[in-house]
């Protein structure tokens, strides 16, 4: 089954404790992103990345960090996390290139929420 | 940058139909998206349509796009209680080297009332 997923699905922490956020996709897409979603605001990206090595900052990016060692992973990384940081975090894959007939849908992965307290 | 709008709310009742609607800026958009965010989920895409139609129907939905003034609405007739949810607007557009940028609107959410 195609599929993004992520962990851990729900997690409290307090404020200064490093975190990591895993995802993962089966589908061999080149696009992964990362968003997180607040009541008012929508999705906002944090970061994505077009590629293996390839990252760059989306919206939101302070207080973030990510990594593309392996196509398939694209972890989220807190080095400190801070209450403002608490939220619904989604991440997302989809192939890289545009197809002039293919809608190219974007996969979203069930979502982490993350309390800092 | 590239903006797409949608109201926050939307309540209807059972039976009745639903109408959201959206607003976007880019005139490159070539693919535009109906997603649906159901409580404690994540996001699925619901329908899409490309640019160069004006209507898809898809069994109970029917997207209408209006390229002229960049508006894209989501019908769903006989709304049901399953329907209440997030919808998402988004479009994508190119964003050079054969790639392309996906913006999405804040979410209406549908309240559907028994």
């Known amino acids: 089954e195609a599929q993004v997923t992520q962990n851990p699905r729900y997690l409290i922490t307090v404020t200064g404790k490093k975190l990591t956020v895993t995802c993962s996709q089966n589908?061999?897409?080149?696009?992964m992103s990362w968003y997180r979603q607040d009541p008012g605001l929508g999705l906002r990206q944090i970061y994505y990345?077009?590629?293996?090595?390839?990252?760059d900052k989306g919206d939101v990016p302070e207080g973030y960090k990510v990594s593309r060692k392996e196509k398939r992973n694209f972890p989220l990384i807190l080095e400190s996390p801070s209450p403002n940081q608490t939220s619904l975090y989604f991440c997302?894959?989809?192939?890289?290139?545009?197809?002039?007939?293919?809608?190219?849908?974007?996969?979203f992965g069930p979502g982490t929420r993350l309390t800092v307290l | 940058g590239e903006d797409v709008e949608q109201s926050l709310f939307l309540s209807v009742r059972e039976g009745d139909s639903s109408v959201i609607n959206c607003t976007y800026t880019?005139?490159?958009?070539?693919?535009l998206y109906w997603y649906k965010q159901e409580p404690g989920a994540g996001l699925q895409l619901l329908t899409y349509?490309?640019?160069?139609?004006d209507m898809k129907q898809d069994q109970r939905l029917t997207v209408l796009l209006n390229k002229k003034d960049k508006h894209l609405s989501l019908r769903i007739a006989d709304t049901q209680t399953g329907d209440s949810a997030i919808y998402f607007c988004?479009?994508?557009?190119?964003?050079?080297?054969?790639?392309?940028?996906?913006?999405f609107g804040k979410g209406t959410k549908l309240s559907v009332i028994p």
């Open positions: 988004a479009e994508s557009s190119p964003s050079g080297a054969g790639s392309y940028q996906l913006t």
């Open positions: 589908m061999n897409h080149e696009y």
């Open positions: 880019d005139s490159s958009s070539t693919y």
């Open positions: 349509i490309f640019s160069n139609m």
């Open positions: 997302a894959s989809r192939p890289g290139l545009a197809g002039v007939f293919s809608y190219n849908e974007q996969f």
């Open positions: 990345s077009m590629n293996v090595e390839v990252t």
